[in-house]
């Protein structure tokens, strides 16, 4: 994905997978400095080590959410981003959902739906975090208010009523990935509703697939993973990313 977008802007670069150890981790950003290399994606288990590095400087989402995912070395200095949450929100806006004042429902409290719901809290969204275990939504809502940005958190027992008032629905949990389960069951579903899974694979999970028979509009994770991607690729080229191409070559390869 990111090969084809320095392709399709004609730049001079590659990208590389690495695989490090947990206490290599800051060696490896300090050496990844030293040979030049311009940016770095961060992925699990690292992506809070790394926020936690000295030497990294994190900026808005990665420093509320101590999760960096994208690292950019520029002028000396190593910046930190968190460019999952941009991602999760370029891919509802692209499906037309209501952000700002939007009635949001976030389903999960980990660390996927910790950078999906510090980033649509801070652009102004009326959010409710629902979680199995309802002590983890309720700490995740109290750490965004932490911040100065509305959040509730709640266990699964609101679930019905909380999706029946909702303009958009969001699952960051993992059900669905490997079984063909839902955390929400069909029939709390309707037509109002924009739905989107951060799971991405299956692409049409069951989620998506009774979202899409009850007539809500559909999002899948597949293009969190774009959007996070090209938001990337801006940090580190200062130019705007080939999304189509990064979606199609995506694709390609899922
Ligand atoms: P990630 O980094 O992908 O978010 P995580 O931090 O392990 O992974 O979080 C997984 C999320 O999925 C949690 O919100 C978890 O709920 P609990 O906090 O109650 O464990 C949720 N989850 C996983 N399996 C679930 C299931 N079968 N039903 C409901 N929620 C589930």
């Not at 910790?114 to 750490?143: Q, Y």
């Not at 990337?232 to 995506?250: G, S």
Request: glycine share 10%; net charge negative.
């Amino acid at each position: 994905m990111q090969v084809a977008a320095f392709q399709e802007r004609g730049l001079d670069a590659d990208y590389s997978r690495f695989h490090v150890d947990a206490d290599d981790v800051e060696s490896a950003v300090d050496g990844a400095e030293v040979l030049g290399i311009e940016g770095l994606n961060v992925t699990i288990p690292h992506k809070r080590s790394v926020a936690e590095l000295d030497t990294v400087e994190t900026r808005e989402l990665a420093e509320m959410t101590d999760a960096v995912n994208t690292l950019d070395f520029r002028d000396g200095k190593i910046l930190g981003f968190n460019t999952d949450g941009a991602g999760a929100r370029r891919a509802l806006e692209r499906a037309g959902a209501e952000i700002e004042d939007g009635r949001v429902v976030v389903v999960g409290a980990g660390g996927a739906s910790r950078g999906i719901s510090f980033e649509l809290a801070r652009n102004g969204v009326d959010l409710k975090i629902l979680n199995r275990t309802a002590s983890k939504a309720r700490e995740l809502a109290s750490d965004i208010r932490g911040y100065g940005f509305e959040a509730d958190g709640a266990g699964l027992d609101v679930l019905s009523d909380a999706v029946d008032e909702a303009d958009v629905l969001v699952n960051a949990t993992s059900v669905g990935m490997k079984e063909d389960e839902t955390p929400v069951p069909g029939k709390h579903l309707h037509s109002d509703l924009v739905v989107f899974d951060a799971v991405y694979t299956p692409l049409e999970t069951r989620l998506l697939r009774e979202a899409r028979e009850a007539g809500a509009e559909t999002v899948e994770g597949a293009w969190m993973l774009v959007l996070q991607g090209a938001e990337a690729f801006e940090i580190w080229t200062d130019l705007e990313a080939p999304i189509e191409t990064m979606n199609r070559v995506l694709r390609e390869k899922l």
